[in-house]
DNA sequence: CTTTTGACCTGACAGC
DNA sequence: TGCTGTCAGGTCAAAA
């Protein structure tokens, strides 16, 4: 589920009712996410006051003042502030019970998420190092993407993909940049103008910031710290669009297969 | 090195 | 009302 604009709105949405808060308590129902929730962390955590809560890609980081809850939603994870006594429903696998009776509770489905917990600088670790930089921020500019092209033969949206290329865009935002930038998510990278560098650089600054001014895409089960879906799904012009007409000439939206993962364009606005 | 594939999970939905 | 197959917002690790 969750891609950069999703995990921003949720990060939004936990800041205020988590920063200054402190721990007081952690319960780990499932501790089986993508990877072991530590055992450590439940002793670790509790106690520890709440710094701020930031986002790195598609990652959300509690900085405590003894060290930093690294967390993922994967496909299906949510997370929302209620009181401690709300009783866990399925697939709710992690509380962090605060000090004024409410609890952080993640749940997660399918259970692609994760929950680290490092003392050390969270930017270091080996899930954080080799992110490339966020496209919302200076480190990503037209000269980056065109280096990053050349000698390239991955199709366009997989590039997008590519975390260690540029951080925190999926399936929705890839598909949607690239129409907007007039280019086949199926075209090699390595194929790519000059300008339409310029044009992807600008796009997908452009369609990030409006999913997140949206509160993110709600396709099935996002919903924010609120428990409130987004509503950029209505803004959607090309994802999840197959045989609708485009929006900007009415032509019908098609779909490639490129791997394990559908890629949406239409043929007319897009070369 | 680049690129592809499989793996990890549950749930929703379509079709029989 | 089942059952089976397909698909889903992520991304790592291993194979080619």
Redesign the pocket.
């Known amino acids: 589920?969750?891609?950069?604009p999703?995990v921003e709105t949720t990060r939004r949405g936990l800041e205020r009712p988590l920063r200054g808060r402190h721990v007081v308590r952690v319960i780990v129902r499932e501790p089986?996410l993508?990877w072991r929730v530590p055992r450590t962390l439940a002793r670790e955590l509790a106690g520890t006051r709440i710094e701020a809560v930031e986002r790195r890609?598609?990652?959300l980081l509690l900085r405590t003042n003894v060290g930093t809850a690294i967390l993922?939603?994967?496909?299906?994870g949510s997370l929302r502030v209620i009181p401690a006594t709300t009783p866990a429903a399925?697939?709710d696998h992690v509380d962090l019970v605060l000090d004024n009776g409410q609890c952080l509770r993640l749940r997660d489905?399918?259970?692609?998420g994760a929950l680290l917990w490092t003392r050390d600088d969270p930017m270091q670790h080996?899930?954080l190092r080799?992110?490339g930089p966020e496209p919302l921020g200076r480190g990503f500019h037209a000269d980056h993407l065109w280096a990053a092209t050349r000698?390239?033969?991955?199709?366009m949206r997989?590039?997008l993909?590519?975390?260690?290329i540029v951080?925190?865009?999926?399936?929705?935002?890839?598909n949607e940049a690239l129409f907007l930038a007039g280019v086949r998510p199926t075209r090699?990278?390595?194929r790519l103008t000059r300008t339409e560098c310029e044009r992807l650089v600008k796009s997908i600054r452009r369609i990030l910031e409006r999913a997140i001014r949206a509160g993110?895409?709600?396709?099935?089960?996002?919903s924010n710290a609120d428990g409130l879906?987004?509503y950029f799904?209505q803004t959607l012009q090309v994802?999840?669009r197959t045989g609708e007409l485009c929006r900007r000439c009415g032509n019908s939206i098609k779909?490639a297969?490129?791997?394990?993962?559908?890629a949406f364009y239409c043929p007319k606005c897009q070369s």
């Open positions: 589920m969750p891609e950069l999703e089986r993508r890609a598609k990652y993922h939603l994967g496909m299906s399925k697939h489905p399918r259970r692609f080996a899930l080799h992110l000698r390239r033969r991955v199709a997989d590039l993909l590519n975390s260690r951080s925190g865009i999926g399936n929705i935002y890839a090699p990278a390595g993110g895409t709600t396709l099935r089960d996002f879906p987004g799904q994802y999840g779909t297969r490129l791997g394990n993962r559908s």
